[in-house]
Every structure is written in structure tokens, then in C-alpha cells.
T-cell receptor
Framework: GAGVSQTPSNKVTEKGKYVELRCDPI?????LYWYRQSLGQGPEFLIY????????DSGLPNDRFFAVRPEGSVSTLKIQRTERGDSAVYLC?????????????FGEGSRLTVL | ELKVEQNPLFLSMQEGKNYTIYCNYS?????LYWYRQDPGKSLESLFV?????AVKQEGRLMASLDTKARLSTLHITAAVHDLSATYFC??????????FGKGTRLHILP
């Protein structure tokens, strides 16, 4: 596709449920990032992939959060036992990598609401 | 730990005026990015600054980077209402981890 695609665009779930958020990056982009943005705040770094491996997952808030990118393209962010505090917009971004400037291209985000 | 601070966090200004948004960061970096976000939308890349002294301009916006001072500025010339948005700076820590500031919410009054 032409841009970064994220699904679902909106997800409403109940506390304690499991959620998966999907990101399809721009074709050819080797780097993929997940951020979380709460209302009125800047994007908060969660995890960064270079290819298939998680190069830096230091931003994941706790062990309920996990992300994979098994074939170096599509990535899934998984949240177990959701809590109300997990409600936010989850943004995915991809880039060609630092060797060519590192500019991030963002998807439209997945808005997660935990009731 | 890299900290990125923007100021002001909120700015209301009149059309036709000039103003500057500042972005300070706490550790050495020579890669800095500016993004724009409209309400309810995602982030749009504005500028990529990759070296000390880099200056980029697009329309009424100009961004610069001083890596020695760990400071970037986003200057707005003769503001117009269409520039109302939230502007974020983001800094590469040096290992591809990109950290964002809290954003500057810019409101331009007609």
C-alpha cells in the first residue's frame, strides 16, 4: 500500500480482555516503531523493530504488552488482561532506517478504549 | 535517559505575526525531526535535520538545529490560520530510538 496501515482503527473492549493491534508498514521499510499517545500528550515510545527482531523494547510498560514482527513486515501489538489505563491511541510508524535519514511515516492509529 | 522538552506547550497568536517554538534535548544527538499533528489525525513529517547547523524551510516554516546547544527551533513567519496544529519535535538517541517531546499546541487567531 501507499502508506502505513493500521487495523482496527477503533477498538472498544472490556477490562481484562486480550487485544491485538495490527500494523502494515510501507513496503520496503525495514524499521517499524510502536508508540502510544494519550490525549494531549506526545507519542510515547513502546518498541522498535529492525527487520524481524525487536531492537529495543524498553518502552513496553509491563509484561502484559508484547509485539511481534515475524516476517519483517507486518507487526502485531498484543495486550493481555487490558486495564482502563491502557486506553490510548496506538501509533505505528515505519522508516527506511537511519542510514537514509530515519524519517518516520505514521499510520492513522488504533484508538483503544478499555471499559 | 534522553529527555526532549518543548516550549511553549501552548501558543495562541494572531495571523501575520512571527514566532518561534523551541526544542531542547538532554543528550548528544545529531538527528532531529519535526512533525505536525492536526486534531484527531496522525503525525505528518515536516523536517528532518541531520547535522549541526542544518536549516530547512518549507513555506512559512523554518527549522534549524544546533547540536552543540542541543537545541532546535521551528520559526513561523507571518502565521496563517491553516498553520494551527500541534507541532512535535523528536530526537534520535543515537541508536534509532526516537523520543518525542510533549508538543506545542499552536492556535492562530484570524
Amino acid at each position: 500500500g501507499a502508506g502505513v496501515s493500521q487495523t482496527p482503527s477503533n477498538k472498544v473492549t472490556e477490562k481484562g480482555k486480550y487485544v491485538e493491534l495490527r500494523c502494515d508498514p510501507i513496503s520496503g521499510h525495514t524499521a517499524l516503531y510502536w508508540y502510544r499517545q494519550s490525549l494531549g500528550q506526545g507519542p510515547e515510545f513502546l518498541i522498535y523493530f529492525q527487520g524481524t527482531g525487536a531492537a529495543d523494547d524498553s518502552g513496553l510498560p509491563n509484561d502484559r504488552f508484547f509485539a511481534v514482527r515475524p516476517e519483517g513486515s507486518v507487526s502485531t501489538l498484543k495486550i493481555q488482561r487490558t486495564e482502563r489505563g491502557d486506553s490510548a491511541v496506538y501509533l505505528c510508524a515505519s522508516s527506511l532506517g537511519q542510514g537514509v535519514g530515519g524519517e518516520l511515516f505514521f499510520g492513522e492509529g488504533s484508538r483503544l478504549t478499555v471499559l | 535517559e534522553l529527555k526532549v522538552e518543548q516550549n511553549p506547550l501552548f501558543l495562541s497568536m494572531q495571523e501575520g505575526k512571527n514566532y518561534t517554538i523551541y526544542c531542547n534535548y538532554s543528550t548528544t544527538s545529531d538527528r532531529l525531526y519535526w512533525y505536525r499533528q492536526d486534531p484527531g489525525k496522525s503525525l505528518e513529517s515536516l523536517f528532518v535535520l541531520l547535522s549541526n547547523g542544518a536549516v530547512k524551510q518549507e513555506g512559512r516554516l523554518m527549522a534549524s538545529l544546533d547540536t552543540k546547544a542541543r537545541l532546535s527551533t521551528l520559526h513561523i513567519t507571518a502565521a496563517v490560520h491553516d498553520l494551527s496544529a500541534t507541532y512535535f519535535c523528536a530526537v534520535d538517541r543515537g541508536d534509532d530510538k526516537i523520543i518525542f517531546g510533549k508538543g506545542t499546541r499552536l492556535h492562530i487567531l484570524p
